[in-house]
Every structure is written in structure tokens, then in C-alpha cells.
């Protein structure tokens, strides 16, 4: 157990623990004593390291950017999260998850969605493993995200447009606790990311820790040293950041870089800018960082990438940026895209915005010409393909044609 672990109470410092209804109560008990022993057992990894194999396609490369290094002046190596199958790093975890309720002898999955990445990967493996699927998603998402909604329809899962609040992801949060609570016995809740009650976030980062495992070897096969100078990660609710630092955190070689979402720019109220704005709060039963106005009113958040698109973010985050392991750059809507446009164009990679948002992070560090330098393309960009083309002003260089 490191000092960044979560600890026997379910906290990282201040931060997480478990505020959940009554009637929850024995179940998250029953998931907190039970994953660390399933996951931990000879038939859950082996199952779990065949389809992260054959399944995903891992493990993912870690592929070196030279022309980016050369713009940078470091040697920039990205991992190639957007190579899995359905296109980002989500799948790791639902796969897992998945795996962890079939054991448990769930039989009904539901999930929570954003932009639908994390709804597609659990659609996906419900598929995949003939079980039943139900995903909450703010209704205003299931207008913005439409393809990924016939995605999930074409997968076999019922979409739950869900119509209180600001209709988002955080009303589908708390839509998916509420139908939790009505079902709690038969029903396995997939959280798509570092969030929800202990034991989820230790939960997930666990599952996505697999990516800085890959980087181990990887970086030791490629240098012949197995960490990095440094680590940047896009970060919403923080599930691809744990997985890419899992490794690292207690490595003080390493320097860990965070982007999250300024939107228009942290100190306006069109942001998603978490580590900036929020201020201690409970939300979605984890105690963490939150947008909250005085009366603890939860404020909507804004980006213009709908997987950052979250007001709160994980408490492991939120512990570690706290004790200073971690620097955190909140990256507005126009620097991304302006990333993101850099990117495709100097190494023929699109990534997802919210990947764009690590990029962008590059151009705010000073490396020396030998730092090693590991960033996370958590997804790839075909999603947002329009809006890179709305906003193709934001690159102007790099968008004439
Ligand atoms: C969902 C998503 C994110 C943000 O979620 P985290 O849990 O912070 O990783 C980042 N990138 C992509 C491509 C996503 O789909």
C-alpha cells in the first residue's frame, strides 16, 4: 500500500469514503469485501488478461513522437490508449467490472453516460457477455451524442434518457444511484470512472492500472529504464490519469502533469475546471472537489469535451494534488483544439478533445532535451471530428483547408 492508497476507512486523505442511502448499504459492503479477493485470483486475471488481449487489442503501443519531441524539445512517447477497441481507455474498465459482477452473480448491468464512451464500452461488454443492460444519460446528451446512443441501442442496452437537472452527465449519475437503490440485489453498477462510493475509485483505478504496467516494460524495452520523466493525463472524473500514474504515484523521479477542462477559461463561469473552482463537497457518495456555489448547489460544468464534462473529480485526485504530487493545468476549449489539430498534423493522429487537453499541456512545461516524457491519447478523435471542424478557427495554422 502506498501513500497515496486508499485506506481501510475508504479514504485518500480527506477525500472519498462512502455517503450512500440506507438501503445501499450491504451492497457496497458485499462489492468492498469482495473485489480486492476476486480481483486478486489465478481465474478473474486470467480471464481478464485474455480479453484485454484478444478483446481490446492490448497492449496498447507506446509509440515515439518525433516530430512532437522535436517541437518540445524532450522525448515524447505516447500511449496509445485510442487504439483499443471502441476507442479509448473505458474498456478497460468495464471489462473488468463486467467480469467482477458475473462473479458475484449479478445478473442486470446499469451504468451512467456522458458523451456515451463510457455507455458504448459497457453496451459493449453486457453484449459481449449476454447480459442485460440499462444506461442513464442526460437527456441534452442524447441529443448532442446521438451516434453514440444508436451505438448502444444497436448493442442490445436500454437508454434511459434522464430529464432532471441540467439533463447531463451528473443528473445521470444520480438517476443510475436511484434506480440502484430500487434494484440493489440483482443489479452490478459499472462506474465509469475514479468516482462513486468506496470501493469504486480504488475499483477502477485498479482496472486501468494496467496501462501504466504496459508503460513499465515498455519504457524499459524502448530506454532501458522503466519510468518516465514525466506523466500528463487529460483528466474528467480521473479514471485514465490513475490508470496511466498507478505505478508512479509513489516514484518521485516521476513528475505527474494533469489537464483538466477550463472551458472558457477557469475563472469564468463556462468551466469544467474542478481543481481550480471546486471546494470540498459530497457528491455522488464520495467526498472530493465540487462546483458548488455558497449554498453547496451544485454548478453545472462546461467544456467543449463532453468526457471532461464533469463537476467534481476523484478523490484520489484530489488528495494527491493536495499533498502537491500533482500539477494540475486547466486547459481552455481553444488551446485543445488547437491541440488537437497539432497533433494530427505532426504525427497523423486524431485524438479524442478530451485527449487534447493532455497535448495542450506540453506548450505550458520547459523540458530539458533529455526528459522522457509519457502522455496518455486516452481516445481517439473520430468522434469529434464536427467539432473540430466548427472550431477550426481555434488552429488557424493548422485548419486552412
Ligand atoms: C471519458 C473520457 C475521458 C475522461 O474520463 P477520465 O475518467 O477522467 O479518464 C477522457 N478521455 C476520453 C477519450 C474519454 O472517453
Request: aromatic share 8%.
Amino acid at each position: 500500500m502506498g501513500k497515496f492508497s486508499v485506506d481501510r476507512n475508504g479514504f485518500y486523505g480527506e477525500f472519498g469514503g462512502a455517503y450512500i442511502p440506507e438501503i445501499l448499504y450491504s451492497t457496497v459492503k458485499n462489492l468492498e469485501s469482495q473485489y480486492v479477493g476476486i480481483l486478486e485470483s489465478e481465474e478473474f486475471k486470467r480471464e481478464y488478461r485474455d480479453l484485454l488481449k484478444d478483446y481490446v487489442g492490448r497492449p496498447s503501443p507506446l509509440y515515439y513522437a518525433s516530430r512532437m519531441s522535436r517541437k518540445y524539445g524532450c522525448n515524447l512517447y505516447l500511449k496509445r490508449e485510442d487504439l483499443n477497441h471502441t476507442g479509448a481507455h473505458k474498456i478497460n474498465n468495464t471489462v473488468g467490472q463486467i467480469l467482477l459482477a458475473k462473479k458475484m452473480g449479478k445478473k442486470r448491468i446499469i451504468a451512467e453516460t456522458g458523451a456515451g464512451q463510457h455507455g458504448v464500452a459497457t453496451a459493449t461488454v453486457c453484449a459481449l457477455m449476454g447480459m442485460e443492460c440499462e444506461v442513464f444519460m442526460g437527456a441534452t446528451d442524447v441529443e448532442r451524442q446521438h451516434t453514440n446512443v444508436e451505438r448502444m441501442r444497436m448493442l442490445g442496452a436500454t437508454v434511459h434518457p434522464v430529464r432532471t437537472g441540467n439533463m447531463t452527465l451528473s443528473d445521470a449519475c444520480s438517476a443510475a444511484i436511484r434506480d440502484w437503490c430500487c434494484h440493489p440485489s440483482d443489479t452490478f453498477y459499472i462506474v465509469g470512472s475514479t468516482m462513486g462510493p468506496h470501493p469504486y475509485p480504488d475499483l477502477v483505478a485498479r482496472m486501468q492500472s494496467v496501462i501504466s504496467e504496459e508503460i513499465k516494460w515498455q519504457l524499459q524495452e524502448k530506454i532501458g529504464r522503466d519510468y518516465p520523466d514525466y506523466l500528463i493525463a487529460c483528466i474528467g472524473g480521473g479514471s485514465n490519469a490513475a490508470g496511466t500514474i498507478y505505478h508512479y504515484m509513489d516514484d518521485e523521479r516521476v513528475k505527474i502533469v494533469l489537464a483538466e477542462a477550463g472551458g472558457s477559461g477557469w475563472d469564468t463561469d463556462h468551466t469544467a475546471a474542478t481543481f481550480h473552482r471546486g471546494t470540498v463537497g459530497i457528491l455522488h457518495g464520495s467526498k472530493m472537489l465540487v462546483m458548488q456555489d455558497d449554498d453547496g448547489q451544485i454548478q453545472e460544468a462546461y467544456t467543449i469535451s463532453a468526457g471532461l464534462d464533469y463537476p467534481g473529480v476523484g478523490p484520489m485526485h484530489c488528495n494527491m494534488q493536495r499533498q502537491g504530487r500533482t500539477q494540475v493545468f486547466s486547459i481552455n476549449d481553444d488551446e485543445a483544439i488547437y491541440a488537437g489539430y497539432e497533433l494530427t498534423r505532426c504525427e497523423g493522429i486524431i485524438p479524442a478533445i478530451e485527449s487534447a487537453h493532455a497535448v495542450a499541456a506540453l506548450s505550458k512545461l520547459s523540458f530539458k532535451p533529455s526528459d522522457v516524457v509519457v502522455l496518455t491519447v486516452s481516445g481517439r478523435g473520430d468522434k469529434d471530428i464536427q467539432t473540430y471542424l466548427d472550431n477550426k478557427k481555434m488552429a488557424k495554422e493548422y485548419g486552412e483547408f
